[in-house]
């Protein structure tokens, strides 16, 4: 298993790439930075923000697919009511 270089990325480029994306991924794609290392690293910066009071950062999904799938679990849900 061969390993990558490690990608280095500042906190300001980094807390850019949060602010102007929706997902993990897009975050993961602008700093160049693995999934796992953009999540790990999003969670360390939140928790430091909550932890100096400021401002939250927005909240990031693991895709774009988490509204949808919410829909269609709340609709599965109702229906499941009719039938009992």
Known sequence: ?????RVRCSDE??????LSSKTYAEV???T?????TTISRYARMKKK???DG????????????????LKVKMCGQKLLSCME
């Open 49 to 51: 923000f909550y932890e």
């Open 54 to 69: 400021r401002t939250n950062l927005p909240n990031l999904t693991t895709n774009n697919n988490t509204k949808d799938h």
């Open 13 to 18: 480029v980094f807390l850019s790439a949060v």
């Open 28 to 30: 993961s794609e602008k």
């Open 32 to 36: 160049g930075q693995k999934l796992s």
């Open 1 to 5: 298993m061969s390993q990558g270089k």
